[in-house]
């Protein structure tokens, strides 16, 4: 079985912090401590930097980070196949989405697989698109929810084009009652968030020839919406975001029509788990039921 040091490195990384991953593994901070600084002395290299608020990964512990937990997944991936042989219904699953998936889709999804594997553990993190893929890539989660393009080094398939929308405080009408053409953006300014700036919504704003001095950021899809509605902007969210947020606004296609394409990635070590089989089974059925037609990954069953 992989060395326990391994499991500690990964806790840290996850942590950037000593004395919390020493918490989550129930080991005490020098016991975590001798670990790292063993691995390190193996190694022959600094894994981490450390600083007063905790720690981070030196250039070569980066490079590092992958190959452990490709060691680590390997072994979780053993132990299922183990448990799958013996017919137990075990084994985690680690799921990350950025957080329109974390609130419309996710909750049922989760909901439908735990009834039908109770012993299988379900983990979510939530993050940005890169962070999303950078965690996948190195093994941090098994599934992650992202858009395009991802990295190549990740089995993606896409899932849904999802339609990007403007929205309007609700006394706003363009001139053509139907959709946002440049002539109705005239001045206003545009309320965002800045994390999804350099992706699609970039795209949407240069057609516009919308200017950054006319852009503010926000924190969060709802915040956006609170502040269209208090008159101070439009917004640009996609249609998955707007599902269940709330406000009194409009929401208008633009004249042309703009997508984000949401994809699934999968670690590739990952990708014969057992229980991370199960999972992308329920995900796929799920969404094949929600969109129909308009569905771009594999069939239902």
Avoid at 62 to 73: R, S
Avoid at 111 to 117: A, D, E, M, S, V
Wanted: glycine share 6%.
């Amino acid at each position: 079985m992989a060395n326990f040091s391994y499991e500690i490195f990964a806790q840290v990384v996850t942590t950037k912090n000593f004395g919390q991953a020493a918490k989550t593994l129930n080991v005490t901070p020098s016991a975590v401590s001798h670990a790292i600084s063993q691995l390190e002395n193996e190694l022959g290299f600094p894994l981490f930097i450390r600083n007063r608020t905790g720690v981070e990964l030196t250039p070569d512990g980066q490079q590092v980070l992958p190959v452990i937990q490709h060691i680590l997944n390997s072994e979780a991936q053993l132990k299922q196949v183990a448990d799958q042989i013996r017919g137990l219904n075990l084994g985690i699953v680690r799921i990350g989405a950025f957080s329109s998936v974390c609130i419309n889709w996710l909750p049922t999804i989760i909901r439908q697989f735990k009834k039908k594997y109770p012993g299988v553990e379900v983990t979510i993190t939530q993050g940005t698109f890169s962070e999303i893929a950078e965690m996948t890539r190195v093994g941090s989660v098994d599934i992650g929810f992202a858009t395009l393009p991802v990295d190549s080094q990740l089995q993606t398939e896409s899932l849904i084009d999802d339609p990007i929308y403007c929205v309007t405080p609700a006394d706003f009408v363009p001139k053509n009652k139907t959709y946002i053409t440049t002539d109705d953006i005239g001045d206003y300014h545009f309320i965002l968030q800045q994390i999804d700036y350099d992706r699609d919504t970039k795209k949407t704003l240069d057609q516009y020839n919308v200017a950054p001095k006319a852009i503010t950021y926000s924190i969060d899809d709802q915040s956006i919406l609170s502040m269209v509605e208090s008159g101070l902007g439009f917004g640009i969210l996609p249609k998955l975001a707007l599902q269940k947020l709330t406000g009194d606004v409009n929401v208008y296609p633009f004249s042309h029509q703009y997508n984000r394409t949401i994809c699934l990635s999968v670690n590739k070590t990952q990708a014969d788990s057992p229980s991370t089989k199960l999972m992308l089974s329920e995900i796929h059925d799920y969404l094949a039921q929600c969109y129909q037609k308009e569905y771009l990954g594999q069939p239902a069953k």
